[in-house]
């Protein structure tokens, strides 16, 4: 059963940092580009940060570029986010979302594994 499991939201106030994992199940990581996204009510899922599977070139939304950096661990099968600097308008709740490819997009239909998402909450 393929299952990707986010862990690592929370409350911070502003200016301060986070660290999401996603530990990823069955064999959808292996080869394969993952990416975070993040969605606010009423909002479309946004694609925040994409790293394929060789861990080169990362892909940064504009609004998180120089804040965020996006990793993974291919022997640990986890996939982490750290946020820096976070802002009010972080707030939300991140998905992390497998591909079926190595190479990754930013259109969330491109991504048929996704987890169960985690609240950020950023006080201001």
């Known amino acids: 059963q393929v299952q990707l499991v986010e862990s690592g939201g929370g409350l911070v106030q502003a200016g301060g940092s986070l660290r999401l994992s996603c530990a990823a199940s069955g064999r959808i990581f292996s080869g394969h580009a993952m990416a975070w996204f993040r969605q606010t009510p009423g909002k479309e899922r946004e694609c925040v940060a994409i790293?394929?599977?060789?861990?080169?070139?990362?892909y940064y939304a504009d609004s998180v570029k120089g804040r965020f950096t996006i990793s993974r661990d291919n022997a640990k099968n986890t996939l982490y986010l750290q946020m820096n600097s976070l802002q009010s308008e972080d707030t939300a709740v991140y998905y992390c979302a497998a591909s079926a490819a190595t190479i990754g997009s930013s259109i969330a239909t491109n991504y048929p594994f996704w987890g169960q998402g985690t609240q950020v909450t950023v006080s201001s």
């Open positions: 790293l394929n599977w060789f861990g080169t070139i990362p």
